[in-house]
């Protein structure tokens, strides 16, 4: 019995520092995830880790540039790095590429950071191949926690029964050589055993497991339904930058039921045809792109007739609240003034694919409600409403301005009937 007294104390360091390592890896897999994610959204279509695809194959890129913040500058606006850093290497890449532009990315440096992170140390599920456009996959990507999880137990039970043998022959050793019978329980029985003597260190171990499996569970159900950043591909690679920001062409020129009822609606190939039988050819993709507006349209460029069958292009949806959420663009764009950017990003730069850039929660509707005034001054839709909360208020001679909170932006039935 001695010999095992002191053997207890360092096996369960042993046992307890096997725990806490794992749920370091562990915790890192989920940063891994986080940088694998936006890797996926923004980079995935022209990068592989381990293959050149349009752009070149990024392992190792860290170590292939002179310094990260060169790297990141590159990653935010390869052109303009290239025009003002004079870097040779940047350079002598872009020409390898045949002046390919790598579109200026609309990520922050924390996304860099994660993006990095992942380049760097791909966690082992990604190396199966990544499948891009498959919106089941880029959308929601498989939560591996509980396989931690479930390793990370069978590894901490293979631990236990290896220490467990270990002490089993030190006490046959040490009853060989005082002479003495012993009685050998069964690796179970001795588990329990243990805890029973072991009654805090038992604790800490379980309160470690629970609150590993908890904080597992909250991340894993906060992410549910949430797809900020979600960049589908699409059938056609219709490019806002090009449109709307090279071209000037104003959002509801396409988008023209934003200002008039509750969806924006995504414009039909006829709006696309109003350019593209003049525009025949792209300086991206030539003419396999806009040839695929022709074909939907059922148009024949070569004799400039309509003679085909028309197919309807198949967008992919990006953004799409449930059913039991209402919102409408008319009442935020006409009558809350709200500019487009503040709810979409700065579409006007985002190159193809499109993406979801807010999250859409209904956190995210009621902050801003908290937060946004209601334009009163020059809106005839609110003057009567204006009087009533100016009566409301007049005892208040501070209270100059109204949230859309005051009006009944929180209530519940305003978005949900
Ligand atoms: C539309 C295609 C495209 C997208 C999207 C794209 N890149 Fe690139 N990238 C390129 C091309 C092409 C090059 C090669 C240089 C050139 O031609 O400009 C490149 C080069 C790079 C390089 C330098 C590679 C080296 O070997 O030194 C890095 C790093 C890089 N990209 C990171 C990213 C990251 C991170 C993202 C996502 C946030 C991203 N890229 C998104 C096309 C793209
Ligand atoms: C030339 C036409 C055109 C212009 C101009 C245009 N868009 Fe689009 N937009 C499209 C098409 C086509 C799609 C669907 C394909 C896609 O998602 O990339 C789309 C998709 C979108 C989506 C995502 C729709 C979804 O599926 O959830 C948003 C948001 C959007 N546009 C906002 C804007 C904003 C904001 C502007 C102005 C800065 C703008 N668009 C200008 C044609 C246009
Ligand atoms: C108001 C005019 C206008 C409308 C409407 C328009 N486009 Fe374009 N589109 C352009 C211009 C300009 C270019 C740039 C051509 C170039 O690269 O020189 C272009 C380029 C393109 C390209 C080629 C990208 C490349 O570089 O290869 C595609 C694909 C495209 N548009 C798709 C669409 C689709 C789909 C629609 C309808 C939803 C649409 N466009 C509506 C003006 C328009
Ligand atoms: C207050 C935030 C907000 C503003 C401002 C806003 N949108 Fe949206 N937009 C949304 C939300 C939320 C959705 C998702 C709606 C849904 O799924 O029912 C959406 C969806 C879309 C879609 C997808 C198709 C659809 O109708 O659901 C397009 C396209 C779009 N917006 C374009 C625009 C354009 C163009 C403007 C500016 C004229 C604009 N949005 C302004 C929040 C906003
Ligand atoms: C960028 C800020 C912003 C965001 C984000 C936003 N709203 Fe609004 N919302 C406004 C403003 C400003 C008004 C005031 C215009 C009005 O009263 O019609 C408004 C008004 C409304 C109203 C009418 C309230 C009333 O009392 O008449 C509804 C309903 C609504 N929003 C739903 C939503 C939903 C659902 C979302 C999230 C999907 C959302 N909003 C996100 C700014 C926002
Ligand atoms: C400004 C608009 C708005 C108001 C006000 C609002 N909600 Fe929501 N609510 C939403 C949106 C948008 C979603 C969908 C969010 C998503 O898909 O993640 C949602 C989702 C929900 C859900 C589903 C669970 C979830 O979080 O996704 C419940 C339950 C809910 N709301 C209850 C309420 C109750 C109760 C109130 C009143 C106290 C309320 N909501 C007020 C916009 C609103």
């Not at 591909?233 to 959002?251: L, M, T, Y």
Request: hydrophobic share 35%; net charge negative.
């Amino acid at each position: 019995m001695t010999l095992l007294g002191m053997h207890f104390a360092p096996r369960f360091h042993a046992t307890f520092f096997a725990l806490l390592i794992f749920l370091l890896i562990g915790s890192s897999a989920g940063m891994a995830q986080d940088g694998e994610k936006l890797f996926r959204a923004n980079c995935a279509s022209c990068h592989k880790l381990d293959k050149k695809l349009i752009g070149p194959a990024l392992s190792g890129v860290t170590e292939r540039w002179e310094s990260r913040e060169n790297l990141v500058a590159w990653i935010k606006n390869s052109q303009e790095y290239l025009e003002t850093s004079g870097d040779a290497y940047a350079t002598a890449l872009f020409e390898e590429y045949n002046g390919s532009i790598m579109p200026a990315q609309a990520v922050n440096d924390e996304d860099i950071a994660a993006i990095l992170g992942y380049i760097e140390n791909p966690p082992i599920a990604a190396a199966a191949p990544v499948v891009v456009g498959d919106p089941t996959t880029t959308s929601n990507d498989p939560d591996y926690s509980i396989y931690w999880l479930a390793g990370f137990i069978v590894l901490a039970l293979i631990l236990i029964r290896v220490l467990f043998s270990l002490s089993k022959s030190l006490k046959r050793m040490n009853a060989e050589v005082e002479g003495t019978e012993v009685k050998i329980t069964s690796y179970f029985g001795s588990i329990s055993k243990w805890m029973g003597n072991n009654k805090r260190a038992s604790l800490g171990i379980s309160i470690v497991l629970l609150v590993f499996v908890l904080v597992q569970t909250w991340y894993g159900a906060k992410g549910i339904g949430v797809y900020q950043g979600y960049a589908p591909e699409q059938p056609i690679k219709f490019s806002h930058k090009i449109h709307a920001g090279d071209n000037g062409i104003n959002c509801v020129y396409c988008h023209h039921s934003a200002e008039k009822g509750k969806n924006a609606g995504i414009p039909s190939v006829n709006v696309c045809m109003n350019c593209h039988k003049g525009i025949e050819e792209g300086s991206l993709y030539g003419t396999e792109e806009i040839g695929k507006i022709y074909e939907a349209a059922g148009y024949n460029p070569e004799t400039a007739a309509y003679d085909k069958p028309q197919m309807p292009i198949k967008w992919v949806r990006i953004h799409n609240l449930p059913d039991f959420a209402y919102f409408n663009h008319s009442q935020h764009v006409i009558v809350g003034e709200q500019e487009c950017q503040t709810c979409h990003g700065e579409v006007e730069s985002y190159d193809y694919p499109m993406k979801q850039y807010a999250e859409l929660t209904m956190g995210w509707c009621i902050n801003c409600h908290r937060e946004t005034e209601v334009k009163t001054a020059s809106n005839d839709y609110y003057s009567k409403l204006h009087q009533q909360l100016k009566e409301k208020y007049k005892d208040d001679p501070e209270r100059k301005k109204f949230t859309v909170e005051d009006i009944g932006g929180l209530e519940c039935a305003k978005c949900h009937y």
